[in-house]
């Protein structure tokens, strides 16, 4: 029986080593990419804290991208919900002055593209859609 308790014992811990390896790298990534989009809605003049709140974050993210909120509908249509969230990283992307080369990073690359996105000094959040808002006179 001590045999069988030891052996369960140790495959318990090897399971749990494994669980670390795996869940603590997802949680630095889930908290990059948090804080990340964090700096994103407020470099776009949006609340930060928006992020963590489900649905509202993405309404808030379509009026970054110069959409209206009742176009989060278009997420419940199978095959267009693709597309659809396509255009709105699309739309992110010209809303900060990148281009589709940056589109297609924060589509495949997104660890790398959205910490660019937010962090870089360089990289300014021009308008809804990359319109520049008229300067007041």
Same mark, same amino acid.
């Given at each position: ?23 603590? %790298? ?5 908290? #990059? ?5 964090? =700096?994103?809605?407020? @470099? !776009?003049? @949006? ?6 709140? %489900?649905?509202?974050?993405? +309404?808030?993210? #379509?009026?970054? =991208? ?8 278009? #997420? ?11 255009? =709105? +990283?699309? /739309? #992110? ?11 297609? /990073? ?11 996105? !937010?962090?870089? @000094?360089?990289?300014?959040?021009? /308008?809804?859609?990359? =319109? !520049?808002?008229?300067? !007041?006179?």
């Amino acid at each position: 029986m001590n045999e069988e308790n030891a052996m369960n014992n140790a495959m318990a811990h090897n399971i749990m080593a494994m669980l670390g390896v795996i869940l603590i %790298p997802l949680l630095l990534i889930s908290l #990059l990419m948090i804080i990340s989009q964090w =700096v994103i809605y407020t @470099k !776009a003049g @949006k609340p930060g804290w928006a992020i963590l709140v %489900p649905i509202y974050n993405f +309404i808030v993210m #379509l009026q970054i =991208v110069g959409r209206p909120w009742y176009h989060m509908f278009f #997420l419940l249509i199978p095959i267009y919900n693709i597309i659809f969230a396509i255009q =709105v +990283i699309h /739309g #992110l992307s010209k809303s900060f002055g990148k281009d589709a080369g940056f589109t297609v /990073g924060l589509i495949f690359l997104g660890i790398i593209f959205y910490p660019m996105l !937010a962090f870089s @000094k360089s990289i300014q959040y021009v /308008g809804p859609g990359g =319109v !520049a808002a008229p300067a !007041a006179q």
